[in-house]
């Protein structure tokens, strides 16, 4: 059997919403082992979320701080979700978290753990980057939205969600420049490279994990697709 490898960008406030939600992380591993044992791999790739934000903010308030040192707190707050992603997956990860997504891979556990990289790169880029390096197509991003819409839903009531785009209609939406704590639907950055590469990416709601089920069994999901 061969085995299909698949990247999913976990976004950090699904891991750690205000504490360590034990129930999704403990769904979340149900549906990894389960899908593993029908042949598949996994990259997983942990975000920072609200832990970033937190020391982001923490440090404006209490001095000026340059784009740099924001960005390396937010990707020590991948790290440390990361690490517990391969923690709990132990059995079956490899035994180093990836942080140099530019970095050969060889891993032939069932599961590569990955985090951010360094200033100026998201973690959705580090999955790009990965997805590139060991060719898979197919990039699932757990965010905390339904779908993407064609502008913010929480400033304009009448956003309408997508749920298939092109990446470059989906590039003008987001803009071009990636910036510490961005909180948008996938980094721009990550948009250009993906959509150079012909990458697909999901965006799909990792609070209802019963949806990422039935997206990596095919069936219908609720969700964007940007191809």
Request: net charge positive; with cysteine; glycine share 8%.
């Amino acid at each position: 059997m061969t085995s299909e490898t698949i990247i999913i960008s976990v976004g950090g406030s699904l891991i750690c919403p205000d504490n360590i939600d034990i129930d999704f992380l403990r769904k979340f591993k149900e549906i990894i082992l389960k899908e593993i044992a029908k042949g598949k791999r996994f990259v997983l790739i942990a975000g920072g979320g609200r832990i970033a934000r937190n020391y982001q903010s923490a440090a404006k308030e209490l001095g000026s701080v340059g784009h740099e040192d924001l960005d390396w707190l937010g990707i020590h707050a991948t790290r440390i979700n990361a690490h517990l992603l391969r923690t709990i997956f132990k059995e079956y990860a490899h035994f180093h978290v990836n942080h140099d997504p530019t970095e050969k891979v060889a891993f032939t556990e069932k599961i590569l753990v990955a985090s951010g990289w360094k200033p100026g790169c998201s973690t959705d880029y580090d999955a790009i980057l990965l997805a590139k390096q060991l060719g898979v197509k197919k990039v699932i991003n757990l965010s905390n939205i339904d779908y993407v819409y064609d502008k913010d839903p929480r400033q304009f009531p009448n956003a309408k969600p997508l749920k298939k785009i092109k990446w470059k209609d989906f590039k003008n939406i987001v803009g071009e420049k990636w910036s510490p704590g961005l909180n948008a639907p996938f980094d721009p950055v990550a948009s250009h490279e993906a959509h150079e590469a012909g990458i697909t990416v999901y965006i799909i709601n990792g609070a209802k994990l019963d949806n990422l089920e039935n997206l990596l069994e095919g069936k219908k999901f609720v969700g964007t697709t940007i191809a």
